[in-house]
């Protein structure tokens, strides 16, 4: 099955800089690769997504790329901001989330320091 | 539109007990899936239902079931309770197999 390593468990960063997260995955076959900000006492929200066939999506201050050829792909967080403090977790799956189940990365604890 | 609900949002039971979590999925989507997150294995994928139908399953024990009503809403169940099962259980529903939307989670202490 899919195994998903996620790096690093813990990331601080000065207010105004940026955060990079990186996972890498192992079945080839997957396609759907989003990341999720889990706060405290709350589900995971979807903050951005990314498929197969493109290599990179932006979204105001996020972006994620992805490498399909080593198998990795990582979230950008530019200019960052106390609410982004947080659990991030990234994912991946194969033809269809919803049927194969996501599999996760064990989640990066995101510390904006003020 | 409303979101994903998840009743109750905490629970406690003993060992041997057996419990019942329900979840309503936005309205429209008819995938719920259930995943369970515990601090040591993180989230894992639990099971997925669509239009009453499982259409996959993790790797857990058969004492982890679920079933999925008509109107999209759906249940699961853990017979047996293991103090391992303490964990926030977690429902997401999606109508497109991919954006999958999370429930708040309900909080499971086994004593």
């Known amino acids: 099955g899919e195994n998903v390593e996620q790096h690093p468990s813990t990331l601080s960063v000065q207010e105004g800089d940026s955060a990079v997260i990186k996972c890498t995955y192992s079945?080839?076959?997957?396609?759907?690769f989003p990341w999720y900000k889990q706060e405290l006492g709350k589900g995971p929200q979807l903050i951005i997504d990314i498929r197969s066939n493109v290599g990179e999506k932006k979204d105001q201050r996020i972006a994620v790329t992805l490498n399909k050829t080593a198998k990795h792909f990582s979230l950008h967080i530019t200019e960052t901001q106390p609410e982004d403090s947080a659990v991030y977790f990234c994912a991946a799956s194969g033809g269809g989330g919803g049927a194969d189940g996501l599999t996760f990365g064990k989640g990066t604890h995101l510390i904006i320091q003020p | 539109k409303a979101g994903v609900t998840q009743t109750p949002r905490y629970l406690i039971k003993t060992r041997g007990q057996q419990v019942t979590l329900s979840c309503s999925p936005i309205s429209g989507h008819r995938s719920v899936s259930w995943y369970q997150q515990t601090p040591g294995q993180g989230l894992q994928f639990l099971f997925e239902?669509?239009?009453?139908?499982?259409?996959n399953k993790g790797n857990f024990p058969g004492r982890f079931s679920g079933r999925q009503f008509s109107n999209s809403r759906s249940e699961m169940n853990v017979s047996t309770l293991e103090l391992g099962d303490s964990a926030l259980y977690l429902c997401?529903?999606?109508?497109?197999?991919?954006?999958?939307?999370f429930g708040p989670g309900t909080r499971l202490t086994v004593l």
């Open positions: 239902y669509f239009s009453e139908t499982q259409r």
């Open positions: 079945d080839s076959a997957s396609n759907y």
């Open positions: 997401a529903s999606s109508s497109d197999l991919q954006w999958q939307y």
